[in-house]
């Protein structure tokens, strides 16, 4: 194919560190990934802050960062302080799948519903579709029945925290089961061959490394997933289509757990709901929200369940009665000045912003500042060293007046949770590793300069970095550069200055689905997604 008219593949590896993958190309056990280091560019991929997956996937496919693209979390905070899952329809900013059509694209997480592919492209809903069943979880549609007939096993995840430390072997079957129907998908939408685009995000890796952090065990995983990189990589070379391969984030062990919204309520910035009237008869009972589930799941009534037959007011209605430590229900906003929502993102609940909100607008640069002080000063009572990484929500994101306040990571070994524990750093328990940043970059194809090392990227480099090699024009709006460095001397994308033109909003953008449709995820109150 002429420039211009070129095609990309886009294998999207979840959770995959650099640090982990490199020593085992380099040691021989990965040839296909070796293949593509000697092949072509190769480097460590920085990924968003924090490094989570609904934050890092849309900004790979858009080239911007949160503040621009719109994602911060899963769940979408609103004025009321509930939330809903974000969706394909809150992007902001155009993915490459609308830049480039006909595209295949399958699996990648915030894609539900599905949909701006192309009249001749195809979509596979990934992370955060409810079921198979659901409407959006295909476009066309005709292609999840597809599917169904073809792959009766294929499923849109695993829950990973629903096993047990007795239900491991049971776990690695359902993974080897997952992961068996994600390459049948794979296999068949690479029957295909009419697109420009065609990008495939396996999320397993991701989910083994949540449960089980052992390095026989994750390499036993690599080696599946370099024998899929040898098979893609086939594929790419016969399409004559350039190869990269991303990840959204990297990985590592965890030990201990830092509950942040506990560490705001001991900073006095947060006040957990007073248990009175039913709430407290319950409490005395011994009734918690985590034992209702656990008696539920005994008896074969998980969270989904209840989501389809409960209307919303029953579930916000138990949610608020029944005691707990989550950080939707069972805080008080009226009397709380800050608070953790979702997996890092830390919000000043001023009263410009929340309609229950307890602080000033003029105040909330002092509580800003409050906030950050304490989370900064938060030490392991085990070691005394810090435990977070702390970060001015302004700086991070200026471009959103709607982005969270303060952003917070945890440190290398700790995971951060909203729920309100009795202790503000605790010993981890049901996980054994989560989210680093850094994850993987790979290139390979007519190009790119064989054996070439790429330094300093990050995921918003990718969509640009993909855009110019195929003769498009960036997006104005993205906030990534061109690798130029990764490109075959003397070639087109070598030689040619980078266009940037305005290339609108995403065609998905709109207000999201209603409140109502919130239901399925505010349930989540029992529990936590």
């Known amino acids: 194919m002429t420039d211009g008219d070129g095609r990309a593949f886009v294998l999207g590896l979840d959770g995959v560190p650099w640090p982990?993958?490199?020593?085992?190309?380099?040691?021989?056990?990965?040839?296909?990934?070796a293949r593509l280091v000697a092949e072509g560019a190769s480097g460590p991929l920085r990924s968003t802050t924090p490094a989570n997956t609904p934050v890092a996937w849309p900004s790979i496919a858009t080239g911007t960062w949160p503040d621009r693209h719109g994602l911060y979390e899963f769940m979408r905070l609103d004025a009321d302080h509930?939330?809903?899952?974000?969706?394909?329809?809150?992007?902001?900013?155009?993915?490459?799948?609308?830049?480039?059509?006909?595209?295949?694209?399958?699996?990648?997480?915030?894609?539900?519903?599905?949909?701006?592919?192309?009249?001749?492209?195809?979509?596979?809903?990934?992370m955060m579709t409810p079921s198979t069943d659901a409407d959006g979880f295909t476009d066309p549609p005709e292609l999840g029945a597809e599917i169904r007939d073809r792959i009766p096993d294929y499923r849109v995840g695993l829950k990973w925290h629903e096993y047990s430390e007795d239900r491991r072997e049971e776990f690695r079957e359902d993974f080897a089961?997952?992961?068996?129907?994600?390459?049948e998908l794979l296999a068949s939408l690479m029957e295909r061959e009419a697109w420009r685009l065609f990008f495939f995000t396996f999320t397993a890796p991701d989910r083994l490394q949540h449960l089980i952090w052992d390095d026989d065990v994750i390499l036993?995983?690599?080696?599946?997933?370099?024998?899929?990189?040898?098979?893609?990589?086939?594929?790419?070379?016969?399409?004559?289509?350039?190869?990269?391969?991303?990840?959204?984030?990297?990985?590592?062990?965890?030990?201990?757990?830092?509950?942040?919204?506990?560490?705001?309520?001991?900073?006095?910035?947060?006040?957990?709901?007073?248990?009175?009237?039913?709430?407290?008869?319950?409490?005395?009972?011994?009734?918690?929200?985590?034992?209702?589930?656990?008696g539920l799941a005994r008896i074969g009534v998980d969270d989904e369940t209840l989501v389809e037959r409960l209307p919303a007011s029953v579930v916000d209605s138990v949610a608020r009665?029944?005691?707990?430590?989550?950080?939707?229900?069972?805080?008080?906003p009226a009397e709380t000045r800050a608070f953790l929502h979702g997996l890092g993102s830390v919000y000043v609940n001023d009263t410009a912003r929340f309609d229950d909100g307890a602080v000033d607008p003029a105040d909330a640069d002092r509580v800003k500042a409050e906030v950050i002080d304490a989370l900064s000063a938060l030490t392991d009572p085990e070691t005394g060293e810090p435990v977070?990484?702390?970060?001015?929500?302004?700086?991070?994101?200026?471009?959103?007046?709607?982005?969270?306040?303060?952003?917070?990571?945890?440190?290398?070994?700790?995971?951060?949770?909203?729920?309100?524990?009795?202790?503000?750093?605790?010993?981890?328990?049901?996980?054994?590793?989560?989210?680093?940043?850094?994850?993987?970059?790979?290139?390979?194809?007519?190009?790119?300069a064989p054996g070439t090392a790429v330094e300093d990227a990050s995921v918003v480099d990718v969509a640009p970095t993909l855009l110019h090699a195929l003769g498009e024009s960036v997006p104005a709006a993205a906030h990534g550069r061109?690798?130029?460095?990764?490109?075959?001397?003397?070639?087109?994308?070598?030689?040619?200055?980078?266009?940037?033109?305005?290339?609108?909003?995403?065609?998905?953008?709109?207000?999201?689905?209603?409140?109502d449709e919130a239901v399925e995820e505010r349930l989540r109150g029992l529990g936590y997604l």
Request: proline fraction near 9%; charge should be negative.
């Open 20 to 33: 982990l993958v490199e020593p085992w190309i380099e040691g021989g056990e990965l040839p296909a990934f």
């Open 82 to 126: 509930s939330q809903r899952p974000y969706n394909r329809e809150d992007l902001r900013q155009p993915p490459l799948w609308e830049l480039l059509s006909p595209a295949v694209v399958a699996n990648v997480p915030m894609t539900y519903p599905a949909g701006g592919v192309g009249d001749d492209g195809a979509m596979v809903a990934g």
């Open 177 to 183: 089961a997952l992961f068996a129907a994600r390459r």
């Open 220 to 294: 036993d995983h690599y080696r599946e997933l370099d024998a899929v990189l040898a098979e893609v990589m086939a594929y790419c070379d016969r399409l004559d289509a350039t190869l990269y391969v991303v990840s959204d984030h990297g990985f590592g062990p965890v030990s201990r757990i830092v509950n942040v919204n506990r560490a705001l309520a001991d900073a006095g910035l947060l006040t957990p709901k007073t248990s009175t009237g039913v709430r407290a008869a319950l409490s005395r009972a011994g009734v918690t929200k985590s034992r209702v589930l656990r």
């Open 321 to 332: 009665a029944v005691p707990g430590d989550h950080a939707l229900y069972d805080v008080d």
């Open 388 to 448: 977070l990484s702390v970060h001015d929500g302004d700086e991070l994101n200026p471009e959103d007046e709607f982005a969270p306040d303060v952003v917070v990571e945890g440190a290398p070994g700790y995971h951060v949770k909203p729920g309100l524990a009795d202790d503000a750093v605790v010993d981890a328990d049901g996980i054994a590793g989560y989210h680093r940043p850094e994850g993987v970059f790979f290139a390979r194809g007519p190009p790119i």
């Open 482 to 515: 061109v690798l130029t460095e990764a490109f075959e001397p003397g070639s087109p994308p070598a030689t040619r200055d980078v266009s940037r033109r305005d290339r609108g909003a995403s065609d998905a953008a709109t207000d999201g689905p209603g409140r």
